[in-house]
């Protein structure tokens, strides 16, 4: 989950989390139906974000690839952001099949 930690903030900030991208997530089942009422209990944009991510990375799954993918799919982020995320993801495949 570090990758996730490194984009934290950007993601907070800069990205809408709680509409398409939290279906898509919960469609997958990296997230919960139940987790939707948590997060939506914060009313600003940036603490809902923050919920989402917090919750991404207390998952066993890959949460980073998921999100990574349902970021792709959606309209939510930045295409710099999305390069960013997608090269971070190609350096972890790279040292993982080096070792």
Do not use: G
């Not at 974000?49 to 999100?67: T, W």
């Amino acid at each position: 989950h570090q990758r996730l930690y490194n984009f934290y903030d950007k993601i907070i900030q800069d990205t809408v989390l709680d509409k398409d991208v939290l279906d898509l997530l919960i469609s997958r089942c990296i997230l919960r139906i139940e987790d939707r009422e948590e997060i939506e209990q914060y009313p600003r944009l940036s603490d809902r974000n923050k919920c989402i991510l917090d919750l991404l990375i207390q998952r066993p799954e890959d949460s980073y690839r998921v999100l990574l993918e349902v970021l792709k799919e959606t309209s939510s982020c930045s295409e710099d952001l999305l390069e960013c995320m997608e090269s971070q993801q190609l350096s972890h495949y790279e040292a993982d099949s080096n070792s």
